[in-house]
């Protein structure tokens, strides 16, 4: 058997309208490249478009309505959706069930550990660390003002969730890598008014697909939900 490994690499908010104004001014060469090559495409946001119910779309290939999850919260107002929610079979139970190995990085989204999962790495707690990278992981945004964010900013998360890959590479041997980055949505929350940071945001993340797409022999690129895009086309992840 010929195994190949894959990399779901995710960026959380990643809008359609401004990846394009950014691309067209030269400032993102690995999109740039992905829409030359016609590997870019819209995909319609879930109802609702937010983190939670998006994300878990992605990771099972169902909507809401099937998989669960509907809000970011449940209906106490404060419990996070988790893992152990989730109504239909996620990217990650085939890969236990499949043998494997694989690692993912800030999902966010608490629950039982993976069996065979190498690492679950969330800003969560009751995840599954190695142990070798329990002290040396940063998953938190500690030090960001999230609601008045700087260039600087942008670049610390960025190089947080580059060094944390790095380590996640280092200490395990994945042939499957869920990256989930954060940042994007967040500073797009806190500086949507800001053109500097908006821009320098997407510069990261380009920065960051150039980095990751090497890590496996195939990455498939993905945003959870956009801020204000009309649809183009309908994608079915399986």
């Known amino acids: 058997i010929c195994m190949v490994s894959v990399t779901l690499l995710v960026f959380d908010g990643l809008d359609p309208n401004l990846l ?23 995909m319609m946001s879930t109802v609702p478009a937010i983190t939670s119910p998006a994300a878990f779309c992605l990771y099972t290939g169902c909507n809401p309505g ?13 419990t996070p959706y988790g893992r152990e929610d989730l109504q239909v079979e996620a990217v990650w139970d085939y890969l236990d069930r499949e043998d494997i190995p694989f690692y993912v990085y800030n999902a966010r989204f608490t629950g039982p550990p993976p069996e065979k999962g190498e690492a ?9 660390y190695p142990s070798s990278l329990n002290q040396k992981l940063e998953v938190e945004m ?48 806190g500086g949507w008014n800001k053109d500097d940071v908006k821009k320098r945001t997407y510069e990261k993340a380009d920065d960051l697909l150039g980095e990751f797409q090497d890590l496996s022999d195939h990455t ?19």
Not at 20 to 42: C, G, H, V, W
Not at 220 to 238: L, Q, Y
């Open 20 to 42: 394009d104004r950014y691309i067209d001014q030269a400032s993102l060469p690995n999109f740039e490249k992905m829409r030359r090559d016609n590997r870019l495409k819209t």
């Open 66 to 78: 099937r998989n669960g999850p509907t809000q970011w919260v449940k209906s106490d107002g404060e």
């Open 120 to 128: 679950f790495v969330s800003s969560l707690p009751s995840d599954a």
């Open 142 to 189: 500690s030090g960001i003002e999230k609601d008045n964010p700087s260039v600087e900013d942008v670049d610390s998360l960025a190089e947080k969730d580059s060094k944390n890959v790095e380590l996640l590479e280092e200490d395990t041997n994945a042939e499957f890598r869920l990256i989930y980055i954060g940042f994007t949505d967040t500073m797009q929350h």
């Open 220 to 238: 498939v690129v993905a945003s959870d939900h956009g801020f204000h895009s009309n649809p183009e086309m309908r994608v079915h992840i399986n």
